[in-house]
């Protein structure tokens, strides 16, 4: 293995505690997708919009990251360079592992931006639930959670196709293979013409259930992520110090 491209999901933190979207109990059995987290959404009630993503970032003060992200943080350790994480989740369950090497494709929910100027988005922990204002910016602007909505285009996009372009090992946790662009990763290393140093792609996937996109996964591993990817990322540690540049083949 020369380089590993994570792809992390919903699935991943719901061991801590976090519900995942289109599950059992998923947050879109109770709540309506185009009510929330929709550019049109916040356009239309951002004041509906922040009552969910204040009641979000309350849940989300209350976790704590468990054996996957360690497990996932652990294997960067060992990796260095050869490693990249890309998230859909908006949480910091990551980073509190220890996680460096990674994008939040879909933002953070703890950080805010103004919705009208370019002020960078900020750290923000606040709950802005029903009775208090709305948050606004100095320029006049409400101030919105920094997460990507459907609607709206998936951040830092050149990094993560870059990364993925350079993978050898593409291994995805605890992702439902439904939302796009991430759920046509897979099908794009799967189909790549000269794969890196003309070596095959290997590809996995960690989860409770198949995904939609299962028939592209070279092997996939059923159960809970915070069960299997601590053994996984152990044989996958293995193998890459002894596929290392300039170890013995």
Known sequence: MQKLFVLTGAGISADSGLAT????????????AEEVAHIAAWRRDPRLVWDFYSM???????????????????????????????????????ELAGSERIVHIHGKIFESKCDTCSRPPFFDETPYPSGAPLPQCDCG?????????FGEVPFEMDTVLDQLNQCDTFMAVGTSGVVEPVASFVAHLKQRREPLEARPIRTIYVGLEEPRNAGYFD???????????????????SASTASAPGSPA
């Open 219 to 237: 092997d996939l591993l059923l159960g809970k992520a915070a069960e299997v990817l601590p053994e996984l990322v152990r044989s996958l540690g």
């Open 21 to 32: 979207f289109r599950g059992e109990g998923g947050i879109w059995r109770h709540y309506r």
């Open 141 to 149: 602007g409400l101030i919105r959670p920094n997460v990507c909505w």
């Open 56 to 94: 979000r970032r309350g849940k989300h003060q209350e976790v704590r990251p468990n054996a996957a992200h360690r497990a996932l943080a652990e294997l960067e350790r060992r990796l260095g360079d050869r490693f990249f994480l890309c998230t859909q989740n908006v949480d910091r369950l990551h």
